[in-house]
Every structure is written in structure tokens, then in C-alpha cells.
């Protein structure tokens, strides 16, 4: 395990999780109004539903616990995001979430890193959410190109 | 958007009116993190990151702040709700977005559908496989990737 410090330490094989995860009413409102997502199936219903673009967030959760130091010497870029959902994932519904990470491989000079992360549906274990996101660790590189 | 989901063929485009990536929007999908994590009713704040602090964005190698690329995935999603329904997310789905070029304050981006395949579904309804992408004011692609849902 290299969980504990630097999301750049994390290493291929790493597990995350599982945890228990409820999302709340107000978790599923307070992004989608962030990100103008208005629909009343996410503004107005008092079980939302969950945006499968929240699916990053339980990155971030797992980021949280395990690399409590932030993201290492660089800032880290977002560069994939790739999400499966099975039905309607609600707030309220409780959850098990759980990740691994799944591979580091160096692509033209940069360094990326895939997180594979499950939401099931705790009460009767079924997969509701496949989410795999990659990472640019080799950010300050990149940010060269782009600027 | 003058025909229904179900009318839609391969080659069709839906494209959304733009909008200006502005300061305010990188900075309310910035401290909505903080904010969703704690869960506590209030408003919290992130610390500087690349997104909504320039002297930040500036000591890693850009010369602004640049949105995050979750935010053109949203819009893309929104785009995807309204104009093919939110009961996409009742049915088995599928959103892929890579995110190819910095958006910089003030660029307007404007997010398209392209539709590339229709299989009608034995049970009723259809498969739609789309290309999804966001682009800014001159075309260029910013964000670019595919979608698959059902339709009724």
C-alpha cells in the first residue's frame, strides 16, 4: 500500500475503500446548482437523483482519506472521465463504494494514473455505478504544452 | 430541438446555445467540492487551486486559471437531459469525456451531440451511441468523448 500521504504515491494495486457512503439531498442539489444542472429530477424531487457526473466526487472521498497531504509536488490534471450507471442511483439510497488503483503507465513524457471505483446499492449489493478516472500526475509538463 | 429523441437518425447534431466560461462558474464548481464533502448545509471554501487562483495557475506553468473539466462534462450532461430526457438515467448509461485542451476565463463553449448509431431494443424504445464534445468560440475542441443511452 502507498495510501497516507500524496495521491502522486498511490500505487498500482492500491485498494480503496470499501465504505459505507449515504448522498444526501442537499450533496446532489448544492453540485447540480454548481453546475447549472437544473432539472427537477435534481432541484425539486426530495429523492433526488444522483447525477452519474457525482461519481468523481468518490475520487475525491477516497483522495481524502488515504492522501490527506493533497496531490504531491505537482498539481495532478483530470484528464478522463468514464462512467457506467446500471439505473438510478437516488440520494438517500445507502452504499457501498470501493475503488483500486488500477494502473500508472507513462504516455509521451507524462506519468497517468486510472482509479476503477464502484457505487452498489448496499442494501441489495447491486452495481449501480462503474466509474474509471485518469489522472495526469506529471501536471506542471503539461501545463508547458498548454500554455 | 424540432424532432422527438426517438425521430433522431446517425449524423444528426444537437448543439446547446453557449456559455462563457466565467470566473463565477470555475469558482462555484471549485468550493462546491468543499461544500458537498462536508455536507453540512454551508457554504465551505476549497483552497487556491489551478481553477479559481491565477497566482496558483501562474507557479504551475499557465498563464491563467483554467476551468475544471468537470464542468464541460456537466454541461454536456445537461445538454444530453434536455434534449433527450432525464429518464436516461432511470436506464442503463454511458458518458466518456477527455478533456484535450485548457479553457481559460471568459471563453465561450458551446456543447454538441452527434449522433452515430440507433438500434431499436427488442423490449421497445432504442439505443442512441452518440458523440458527444465541447468546443470554444472558434471550434476548437476542448473536451471530447461518447455517450450511450435508451430511449423511449
Known amino acids: 500500500m502507498a495510501t497516507g500521504r500524496y ?24 453540485y447540480c446548482h454548481a453546475n447549472e444542472l437544473h432539472q427537477p429530477c435534481f432541484q425539486n424531487d426530495p429523492n433526488p437523483i444522483v447525477p452519474p457526473t457525482m461519481a468523481h466526487l468518490e475520487k475525491l472521498r477516497f483522495y481524502t482519506i488515504y492522501c490527506p497531504d493533497g496531490c504531491g509536488p ?25 475503488g483500486v488503483v488500477r ?6 513524457g507524462r506519468e497517468y494514473m486510472d482509479v476503477d471505483i464502484t457505487m452498489r446499492d448496499k442494501s441489495a449489493d447491486r452495481l449501480l455505478v462503474e466509474y ?9 509538463e503539461a501545463a508547458k504544452d498548454a500554455a | 430541438m424540432d424532432r422527438t429523441p426517438m425521430e433522431l437518425n446517425p449524423g444528426d447534431e444537437i448543439r446547446s446555445a453557449p456559455r462563457v466560461m466565467t470566473r463565477e462558474r470555475m469558482r462555484w464548481y471549485v468550493d462546491a467540492l468543499p461544500t ?14 489551478i481553477h479559481d487562483d ?28 434536455r434534449s433527450l430526457g432525464t429518464q436516461v438515467l432511470e436506464d442503463p448509461g454511458a458518458l466518456l469525456t477527455k478533456f484535450v485542451a485548457p479553457v481559460y476565463e471568459d471563453v465561450p463553449i458551446t456543447c454538441v451531440l452527434r449522433v452515430e448509431g440507433a438500434q431499436p431494443l427488442p423490449q421497445g424504445g432504442q439505443r442512441l451511441s452518440l458523440k458527444v464534445w465541447a468546443e470554444d468560440g472558434a471550434g476548437k475542441l476542448v473536451t471530447v468523448g461518447t455517450a450511450a443511452v435508451k430511449i423511449h
Open chain 1, 74 to 98: 505537482n498539481a495532478r490534471v483530470h484528464y478522463t472521465f468514464d462512467v457506467r450507471w446500471h439505473g438510478a442511483l437516488r440520494a438517500g439510497m445507502p452504499l457501498v463504494v470501493e
Open chain 2, 36 to 49: 458537498v464533502e462536508a455536507n453540512d448545509g454551508r457554504v465551505h471554501f476549497s483552497v487556491p487551486t
Open chain 2, 54 to 81: 491565477d497566482e496558483y495557475a501562474k507557479g504551475q506553468g499557465l498563464p491563467g486559471i483554467i476551468s475544471d473539466g468537470m464542468i464541460t462534462s456537466n454541461w454536456i450532461l445537461d445538454l444530453l437531459l
Open chain 1, 7 to 30: 495521491t502522486s504515491d498511490l500505487e498500482e494495486g492500491d485498494r480503496l475503500g470499501p465504505v459505507d457512503v449515504v448522498i444526501s439531498p442537499f450533496q446532489v442539489r448544492e
Open chain 1, 132 to 140: 474509471r478516472d485518469t489522472v495526469c500526475l506529471s501536471y506542471r
Open chain 1, 103 to 108: 494502473s500508472r503507465y507513462m504516455k509521451r
